[in-house]
Nanobody, 120 residues
Framework: VQLQASGGGLVQPGGSQRLSCVASGSIARIDAMGWYRQSPGKQRELVASITSGGTEYYADTVKGRFTISRDNAKNTVALQMNSLKPEDTAVYYC???????????????WGQGTLVTVSS
């Protein structure tokens, strides 16, 4: 199983950016999916998550600005980021809790990270 994130880049303050992540491989089921971020010198933090049923969670720092969504048929999760601020600059990682088609317990997988830089 692999998680492939894309969509990072340079964006001006107040601008928007959309991140996408697709899970591929022998997947039986995906439970929660989400996005984390890590800035230099800081711990990785949860930005937003979404359950398979569509229940969303947002960190207080991004509420009202970011929107998480998923397409269960395509095994994708997206993060729409609006009104971006310089403090949103970070490497963003997608994650997912996945049960393989071969069975077994649900395991936690990470994408490779994509850099978002908010700067003028």
């Amino acid at each position: 199983v692999q998680l492939q994130a894309s969509g990072g880049g340079l964006v001006q303050p107040g601008g928007s950016q959309r991140l996408s992540c697709v899970a591929s491989g022998s997947i039986a089921r995906i439970d929660a999916m989400g996005w984390y971020r890590q800035s230099p010198g800081k711990q990785r933090e949860l930005v937003a998550s979404i359950t398979s049923g569509g229940t969303e969670y947002y960190a207080d720092t991004v509420k009202g600005r970011f929107t998480i969504s998923r397409d269960n048929a395509k095994n994708t999760v997206a993060l729409q980021m609006n009104s971006l601020k310089p403090e949103d600059t970070a490497v963003y990682y997608c994650d997912a809790f996945i049960m393989l088609a071969t069975g077994g317990r649900v395991q936690h997988y990470w994408g490779q990270g994509t850099l978002v830089t908010v700067s003028s």
